[in-house]
């Protein structure tokens, strides 16, 4: 018979062969499927996030086509951002200058002055007793809602107001534009994120194809008698390996369908899922023609090729005899090759890291697949060689460990998904922790001298009482700026800082202070200051930092100025230093306007007192930003592949506990006649729970001891490669193992009621 006449009978015992291969064919495709659903998962993202940003730019008027004289097709728009509790609201006010205005992708029009199109999810929140304190800070009608060609997800927080008081008198807040999506080209990724973006992927990768080829041998020991069958009625050996691929084939195809099935599924939620501050619509998982058909393609090769590969070893003889061919122990030289050909891969890149262009990806992937298909081959061999030494002990393990003795390759493959997720979990802890001080910087703001800063242009006191009589609020310190010059004509400029004496104690060392007073800093960069600032020479203030000063007001610095020590203010700015004015000394000129900060500090036991000193600013001016300080600063381009990270360790960890469930089920079903013969001699519940606990607890702790080896290895290589040194959290990896390990204890305590049914006397009869 030809190969395809093999395969085709084969596949017609997996569809025909009763109950029991239906059952293996089954319990084949859900373990498949699931593998196949996360892969066109993963292998979405990528377009998916794409989409995303594609949207994102189609909105973006960072940049935006900026003009200066009014038109047909001119639009004004502010920015009205705010943020309400951690979450980010983007906010635009739209003022139309003509009929042909610029309009953002998701709306139909500009919303009339006092109306606004908000997103579903603002929509909702301002609907609900959570967003009250919000409804205060945003009070428009909503008048619509924004289409999803406008949102970066479901879950965003965004709205376009119409305002017919927009004026470019009001700063940078405001712009006069004539389209959107003109977006700044963008920075190459450096060499450090491609190799983390790199690395990502082949660490959650890997774990999906070890699971794929697990799930075609579900129910081996089943199929092989009944393959003996066919060999009493006159097969050879080949042709009844061939029918065996025939059989996961079959498999293989109705894994395709569930998995296509699994991922639509998952897709339709995808909308409910938030990580990390992500979310998606469901369209945006495409995972493309190219990449299904790779997948289509691939995984019934691979059932095929993994099945030949291991009935290789196995003979199978008529009268239902099998076999292990040749009793041997497993060899162990050419499964320590594969890790070492990959660290030979690898470690030529040591010392690469960002100045010496882009790693080889190419060499990369194939140097960190090596590494972690290195688990998989040295797994089975540890395991037997680790059983092989063990006896004695209570009754149930030593069921367990004839148990393993014997099956060590099943044990082992039962946990090579989890030794490499978690082999390659630590190895990106490691890599992560490594660059993370690379793309997290030290703010060097104080928060206990401040929370929020309020940047504003008001002159007087009206926002700085306000912020005063704000629940939740002891302290508000205005700063206001001006800059100053020794000429009228456009020259070298400084600095100029007003504040009360407690202010201006934010920003230099004042040896004493009181209202009338004068100072000029030291030790800040700017140049100017000692050429401009000298007791007695007459100065000009202006509302101007650059270009033609305006609005300029004669003054002379008092000849008693005294020189102090600058300050890092609270925002954890040292700044350039200037001259320091308190009230009493400054010009009484009403047309000198200057720029004001207030540094606001909250009682951290009072109730959403940073909601309310953003309600008090936005009743002010809603374009003006309140800005939360923090310690340290997170480059944008780094939180996002940390994002992209947590979701695919989300999917994989997901997979991870399906499968294994999937694979605890099918050895129980395969052992259950056995099962039930030891209950029916008297063995106790107890004893054969525990059998199969620790069935599964000593191929996990050999299989999680190796992939803590193997992931501190790839850990150490990579840090090596960027230029790093080698430190390891301990704690981080004890995590890793301990979820691996806690997976497993999970999968194993749900498999008891199924084991339980099993032991009962029905589980004796057989067709």
Request: overall charge positive; hydrophobic content about 45%; glycine content about 10%.
């Amino acid at each position: 018979m030809s190969w395809t006449q093999d395969l085709t009978m084969g596949m017609k015992f997996a569809v025909g062969g009763g109950r029991e291969g239906w059952t293996r064919t089954l319990l084949t495709a859900v373990g498949v499927g699931l593998g196949v659903a996360l892969l066109l998962v993963t292998t979405a993202i990528p377009g998916a996030l794409a989409a995303r940003d594609a949207r994102k730019d189609n909105r973006n008027d960072f940049g935006a086509a900026m003009v200066d004289k009014r038109g047909n097709d001119t639009l004004l728009l502010g920015m009205s951002d705010t943020t309400y509790r951690g979450k980010d609201v983007r906010g635009r006010l739209m003022k139309p200058e003509g009929p042909q205005a610029p309009v953002p992708a998701g709306i139909p029009a500009a919303p009339k002055a006092g109306e606004m199109l908000a997103s579903p999810a603002l929509k909702a929140l301002l609907g609900s007793s959570d967003g009250k304190l919000l409804r205060e800070r945003i009070p428009y009608r909503i008048a619509g809602t924004i289409g999803d060609a406008g949102l970066t997800g479901p879950h965003e927080l965004a709205y376009y107001a119409g305002s017919d008081r927009l004026d470019l008198s009001d700063g940078g807040t405001v712009r006069r534009i004539n389209a959107f999506s003109d977006v700044p080209p963008q920075p190459a990724m450096d060499p450090v994120l491609s190799l983390l973006v790199v690395i990502i992927f082949v660490v959650l990768l890997m774990p999906v194809g070890v699971f794929i080829a697990a799930a075609v041998r579900f129910g081996s020991d089943s199929r092989d008698r009944r393959l003996a069958a066919l060999r009493l009625i006159g097969t050879d050996s080949r042709m009844t390996r061939r029918i065996a691929a025939g059989e996961s084939f079959a498999g293989s195809l109705f894994g395709l369908f569930l998995g296509a099935v699994f991922f639509l599924v998952a897709r339709s939620f995808a909308g409910d899922i938030d990580v990390a501050g992500i979310n998606l619509f469901p369209a945006d998982l495409n995972p493309g023609i190219g990449l299904a058909v790779l997948v289509a393609a691939s995984v019934p090769a691979s059932a095929v090729g993994v099945t030949l590969l291991t009935l290789r070893g196995v003979v199978i003889e008529p009268l239902g005899v099998v076999r292990t061919s040749v009793p041997r122990r497993r060899r162990v030289w050419w499964r320590v090759l594969l890790p070492v050909a990959g660290l030979a891969l690898l470690l030529p890149m040591t010392g690469t890291g960002r100045t010496h262009g882009n790693f080889n990806n190419a060499q990369v992937i194939s140097g960190t697949v090596l590494l972690l298909i290195g688990v998989t081959a040295l797994l089975p061999w540890l395991v037997e060689a680790v059983v092989n030494r063990l006896s004695g002990g209570p009754t149930s393990w030593q069921l367990a460990i004839r148990r393993l003795q014997l099956t060590s390759g099943n044990a082992a493959r039962l946990v090579n998904g989890i030794a490499v997720a978690v082999a390659g979990a630590i190895a990106l802890q490691m890599l992560f922790a490594g660059v993370d001080s690379d793309y997290s910087k030290e703010t060097g703001a104080d928060l206990t001298r401040a929370q929020l800063v309020v940047t504003n242009d008001d002159s007087g006191t009206r926002i700085t009482d306000a912020l005063r009589r704000t629940p939740g609020v002891t302290k508000a310190l205005p700063v206001s700026r001006a800059s100053v010059s020794a000429t009228k004509s456009a020259g070298d400029i400084s600095e100029v800082l007003s504040g009360d004496c407690t202010a201006l104690r934010e920003i230099a060392t004042l040896p004493s202070c009181r209202d009338g007073d004068t100072f000029v800093t030291t030790g800040g960069w700017d140049a100017n200051l000692p050429k401009i600032a000298k007791p007695g020479r007459h100065l000009f203030l202006s509302s101007s930092f650059g270009g033609q000063a305006r609005h300029q007001v004669p003054w002379t610095l008092p000849a008693g100025t005294r020189s102090v020590s600058l300050r890092t203010d609270p925002a954890g700015s040292s700044g350039g230093g200037g001259v320091l004015i308190t009230p009493g000394a400054l010009p009484p000129a009403k047309d000198l306007s200057m720029l004001r900060t207030v540094y606001v500090t909250v009682d951290p036991a009072a109730t959403d007192a940073t909601e309310l000193v953003r309600n008090t600013v936005a009743r002010y001016n809603p374009m003006i930003e309140t800005v939360a300080l923090h310690e340290a600063r997170e480059d944008s381009r780094f939180t996002g592949v940390r994002k992209g990270l947590y979701m695919g360790a989300a999917a994989v960890l997901l997979l991870i506990g399906a499968s294994l469930l999937v694979s605890v089920l099918e050895q129980l079903r395969d052992r259950r006649r056995l099962l039930a013969a030891l209950a029916a001699f008297g063995t106790r519940r107890s004893t054969m729970s525990w059998s199969v606990l620790w069935q599964t607890a000593v191929p996990v702790a050999l299989g999680l001891v190796l992939a803590a080896a193997v992931g501190l290895g790839l850990g150490t290589v990579l840090l090596r490669m960027v230029g790093h040194t080698v430190t390891v959290d301990w704690s981080a990896v004890t995590a890793l193992t301990g979820i691996g390990a806690g997976v497993v204890v999970l999968v194993t305590a749900i498999s008891m009621p199924p084991l339980w049914r099993l032991m009962r006397p029905e589980g004796l009869r057989t067709e």
